[in-house]
């Protein structure tokens, strides 16, 4: 699941169920995929499932429109995430040496 912990609801309704949903589209393991909406649509309704994979393509979609406009990453943000693009070879990326985030 997301981060370290065990899943939490995030404080709303059916939000571990989300969580658990989030976390199988971002992941490789296509059984749990299946299981997670397996589970929306029993518990939640199929339009539910339908909402939760839209609003899981929409976030994808944004992020991939900023990159390919280039839309630079905010010197907060490209302060706080330093480590992690190193660690995870983010900074080896074409885009991310034209915008000077390589080391």
């Known amino acids: 699941m997301v981060g370290d912990d065990a899943p939490s609801d995030g404080g709303i309704p059916d939000g571990a169920r989300l969580i658990r949903f989030a976390t199988a589209v971002l ?10 909406r397996d589970d929306i649509v029993a518990v939640m309704g199929g339009a539910a499932l339908t909402d939760t994979a839209a609003v899981a393509a929409l976030f994808n979609a944004i992020d991939r429109v900023a990159d390919s406009t280039g839309i630079p990453l905010e010197d907060v943000k490209a302060e706080a995430t330093a480590d992690f693009r190193a660690d995870i070879g983010i900074d080896d990326f074409a885009a991310a040496s034209e915008k000077g985030f390589s080391a």
């Open 27 to 36: 992941g490789d393991d296509a059984k749990e995929l299946a299981a997670a």
